[in-house]
């Protein structure tokens, strides 16, 4: 158990639909990151907070958005969804900002568009 | 051309066989991570390194910056090594990380 709790575990939706994918980080951490891995595209960065700022963004659609808590939880939005943005979503937290840091993995929240 | 690549894309191995990952990447780095993803999909944080060698009871991470290649090694290996290997970097200024595609390990009794 790394510490980090994602929320939900899974998620059926259908095309068009938002979802929110939730995501608590290891009690301490202040980064969050929130990565996508698809079958064709592997595992992807979509984009990372720090205390509560954004820090950094990757492969993120304009459909999708994040923000992080006073609490340091954060979620992802995922807003008109279609076929393609069905994957497995996985948050990851460090202890602070740093290229050295080691990054702990939540469970995943697996979503499914139909 | 993927930043990170990882061979073999696919590998099985006998209980009890010593195992070899590589993980080839074209540009400088910070850190090389080493992660484990279980069948059912939780991804473990194996090693983090910069240089050298590191262990950790069977398994051991070493990494030549010079040759832009790390390895990981599993001695003795187990059916419960079964599982997805994946190689990731971190470079200066970002600690996003950049995957390759991952090895799968299989490893029969």
């Known amino acids: 158990d790394s510490g980090v709790t994602q929320t939900p575990k899974h998620l059926i939706t259908a095309t068009g639909q938002r979802v929110t994918l939730r995501c608590s980080p290891r009690s301490g951490d202040l980064s969050v990151y929130w990565y996508q891995q698809s079958l064709d595209q592997g595992l992807q960065f979509l984009i990372q907070?720090?205390?509560?700022?954004?820090?950094a963004k990757g492969n993120i659609l304009e459909r999708f958005s994040a923000q992080q808590f006073p609490d340091l939880h954060s979620e992802l939005n995922l807003s008109s969804l279609e076929l393609g943005d069905s994957a497995l979503y996985f948050c990851?937290?460090?202890?602070?900002?740093?290229?050295?840091?080691?990054?702990?993995f939540g469970p995943g929240t697996r979503l499914t568009v139909l | 051309k993927n930043e990170v690549e990882q061979s073999p894309q696919n590998l099985t191995a006998q209980e009890g066989e010593f195992i070899t990952i590589n993980c080839s990447y074209s540009?400088?780095?910070?850190?090389l991570h080493w992660l484990q993803q279980h069948p059912g999909g939780g991804i473990v944080s194996l090693f983090m390194?910069?240089?050298g060698k590191k262990k950790h009871g069977r398994l051991i991470a070493t990494i030549n910056i010079q040759e832009k290649h790390s390895s990981l090694h599993i001695t003795a290996s187990h059916p419960r090594d079964s599982a997805v290997y994946i190689c990731?970097?971190?470079?200066?200024?970002?600690?996003?990380?950049?995957f390759g595609k991952g090895t799968k390990l299989t490893v029969n009794p």
């Open positions: 990731a970097f971190s470079q200066g200024g970002s600690e996003k990380l950049v």
């Open positions: 990851a937290s460090s202890v602070k900002t740093s290229s050295y840091n080691e990054q702990f």
């Open positions: 390194l910069s240089s």
């Open positions: 907070y720090y205390n509560g700022e954004e820090r």
């Open positions: 540009v400088g780095i910070s850190a």
